[in-house]
């Protein structure tokens, strides 16, 4: 995790909007689209008309309580599809035929019916809503676009696109489809059931498929977020900041401090620590913030600026910021530890598996060197990483589940350590520049689940085969990340308007 002073983060904003901000010229891993089965489902529903009162009522589950009078809504309100339309029936007191109007709102991250999020090539099979169970009552369908093999043979289905023809199946993440005309040979029946699925093709469809956000009313920004569970989770960030999630919404805490915490660990739900600028040490008892102690440089006396933070115990937590030295905390006090480090560097990244495998990264002195720092349990010594140690490549954020799968992330640089070699996995493609890329957080559940955060609003998630690319939906600039599984992570930063923002990534 990296955390920057007040004028870095005023030349970050600059950055984000010039997209000029680093240089690299490490090999790269590509970020592989998937290519999905031809018939791929994103989402089912089971739907009850009704001629008379002219409505479709749809839902998850068979057993549906009222109707929704021209309203289909799919994935359990809004969540991945909304199909919305009018009904109309020809004739109320002996119907031979039926029509809805339909449109499709794709509400995921990604687009569908391409497998390629930059040119959005159409790809195979568009995106269809196939009927998996055929009306009931002996009605049929009348005008079906095609029929198809899904769950099953024949099954008919009708196909959508973003305009208003039938020649592109590329529908935008938000977008709605033209609209269809669903008709019904009702055979004098008044109501009837029957099942759709939406069948698509997407550029990850393992993967993050929802994004909710969260924004406060009020300037600044959040630079950290950690928990103890998917329902306690902590953000901290500028001007004293500390925003709770309870598993429901974000609430904020009071602080004694107006300094920006730059970064939040607790060893339990009631001993939580927050560090930030001003040599600020908070902690948190379960109940309220105090402030327990400021950190003043040993041999200057002036506080110093935190940047980042990691801990293995209560009794065992590792902080560092603007200086040279990287401090230790016992429980009670806090110590300095002597890394070896020239004048003038900071310590942005911190990240510990026990006592005697204890790693450090960040960059400054004159030259803005990148560097990565190693502790065996006796010495200090510099880890040669070939990209990570060249000028510029800053290493922002260090993360590993075992001593043989460690990631170090930072300015233009993605990094992997398998127990023998580190491996540049900077990733690139038409869509993603790793030269304007600097990667401020990484942060992981295991070794085949790692999702890495930007201030350019790239986010990455590491599947254990492929780095890929998370749909830039919106563009928040991402300075944490809490990985909670492989289906979700929280994201925590700025919005427009330097809005302190939170996403919440989700399958």
């Avoid at 009904?87 to 794709?106: E, G, R, Y």
């Avoid at 401090?257 to 939040?264: G, Y």
């Avoid at 993360?399 to 900077?426: E, R, V």
């Amino acid at each position: 995790m990296t955390h920057r002073s007040t004028l870095q983060w005023v030349a970050l904003a600059a950055c984000a909007a010039l997209s000029a901000c680093s240089d690299n010229t490490a090999p790269a891993v590509v970020i592989a689209p998937l290519v999905s089965t031809p018939e791929h489902i994103v989402a089912t529903l089971y739907c009850t008309a009704n001629t008379r009162s002219g409505t479709i009522a749809c839902d998850d589950t068979p057993a549906l309580p009222g109707g929704i009078a021209a309203d289909i809504i799919l994935g359990g309100q809004h969540t991945y599809i909304t199909l919305a339309g009018t009904a109309v029936f020809d004739n109320p007191t002996t119907p031979t035929s039926w029509t809805a109007t339909i449109t499709v709102k794709n509400q995921t991250v990604w687009p569908m019916g391409t497998v390629d999020a930059a040119s959005a090539t159409p790809g195979n099979p568009g995106v269809k809503v196939f009927f998996i169970q055929q009306p009931s009552n002996g009605v049929t369908i009348a005008n079906a676009d095609g029929t198809g093999t899904f769950t099953s043979a024949a099954q008919p289905f009708y196909l959508y696109s973003q305009g208003n023809g039938l020649s592109s199946a590329f529908l935008a993440s938000g977008a709605t489809s033209n609209s269809r005309a669903w008709t019904f040979n009702a055979n004098g029946q008044t109501t009837f059931t029957f099942s759709v699925a939406i069948s698509t093709t997407m550029p990850d469809e393992v993967g993050v498929l929802r994004v909710t956000s969260t924004a406060s009313a009020s300037g600044g920004y959040l630079t950290h977020v950690w928990g103890t569970s998917a329902s306690d989770i902590f953000a901290t960030g500028s001007d004293g900041d500390v925003q709770h999630y309870n598993g429901s919404s974000w609430s904020p805490q009071a602080t004694p401090v107006l300094s920006t915490l730059s970064s939040v660990w607790g060893s339990s739900p009631s001993n939580v620590i927050a560090v930030g600028y001003s040599g600020v040490v908070l902690t948190y008892n379960g109940t309220s913030w105090t402030q327990s102690t400021t950190v003043n440089n040993p041999t200057s006396a002036s506080p110093v600026d935190f940047y980042a933070m990691f801990g293995l115990s209560a009794t065992d937590v590792y902080a560092g910021g603007q200086d040279t030295l990287l401090y230790r905390f016992n429980g009670a006090t806090w110590n300095p530890v002597n890394t070896g480090l020239p004048n003038g560097r900071f310590i942005s990244s911190v990240w510990a598996l026990n006592a005697s495998d204890v790693y450090i990264g960040g960059g400054g002195g004159s030259t803005g060197q990148g560097y990565l720092r190693h502790f065996n349990g006796s010495s200090w010594s510099t880890v040669n990483t070939g990209t990570a140690n060249t000028a510029n490549n800053v290493v922002n954020s260090i993360w590993g589940s075992s001593s043989s799968d460690i990631w170090a992330a930072g300015k233009g640089l993605i990094m992997h350590f398998d127990g023998t070699n580190w491996t540049s996995m900077s990733p690139t493609t038409a869509y993603l520049d790793p030269t304007n890329v600097n990667f401020y957080s990484v942060d992981g559940t295991g070794p085949n689940d790692v999702w890495f955060a930007s201030f350019d609003g790239t986010r990455l998630h590491w599947d254990g085969t492929r780095l890929v690319a998370i749909a830039n939906a919106d563009v928040v600039a991402t300075d944490g990340v809490l990985a909670l599984n492989r289906q979700r992570a929280i994201f925590v930063g700025y919005g427009a308007g330097f809005t302190r923002t939170v996403l919440d990534y989700t399958r």
